[in-house]
């Protein structure tokens, strides 16, 4: 099976919690209604970096200004085999809006744990909550 290359981005903000961004993937599409971060597929020749900023301005018309990688993991579906490259986002130029008709929201710690996730987001997720702490 060929491995799919994905470039996602953890947006981060403190409010009285620490926040991230999530967007519900779209029907019709792989896992649908399930709360993912923002990204998409790596085309050819380009860069994950590149990648992720042109997926933030399609699906959120906003750019990405400061991140940095936070962890890279590969992970097959039943249906289709992805390696995903997940980026921390500290900074961006705009509000994000659902581009594409999804619905998004900015959760913190707590919220995050109780959304329906892909299955490769899961470990990431557990990172995430010790990165930033639990609330
Ligand atoms: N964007 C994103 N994709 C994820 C995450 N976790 C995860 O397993 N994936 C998987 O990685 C793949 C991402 O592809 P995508 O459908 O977002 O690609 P795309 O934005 O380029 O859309 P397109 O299919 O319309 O070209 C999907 O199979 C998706 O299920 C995540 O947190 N964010
Ligand atoms: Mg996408």
Known sequence: MKTIEIAVGIAI??????EV???QRLQGSH???SW???GGKIDSGESPE????REFSEELAV????FEM????DHRYPEREVSLSFYLVTQLDGEPVGAEGQRIAWVNMAELAEL???AANQPIIEKLQAYLGRD
């Open 21 to 23: 961004l999530v967007a």
């Open 116 to 118: 329906d996730v892909p």
């Open 50 to 53: 590149s990648a992720l900023v």
């Open 63 to 66: 750019k990405p200004t400061h």
């Open 36 to 38: 993912e971060f923002p």
């Open 13 to 18: 903000r403190e409010t009285d919690s620490m």
């Open 70 to 73: 936070f962890t890279q993991i």
């Open 31 to 33: 896992l649908a209604g």
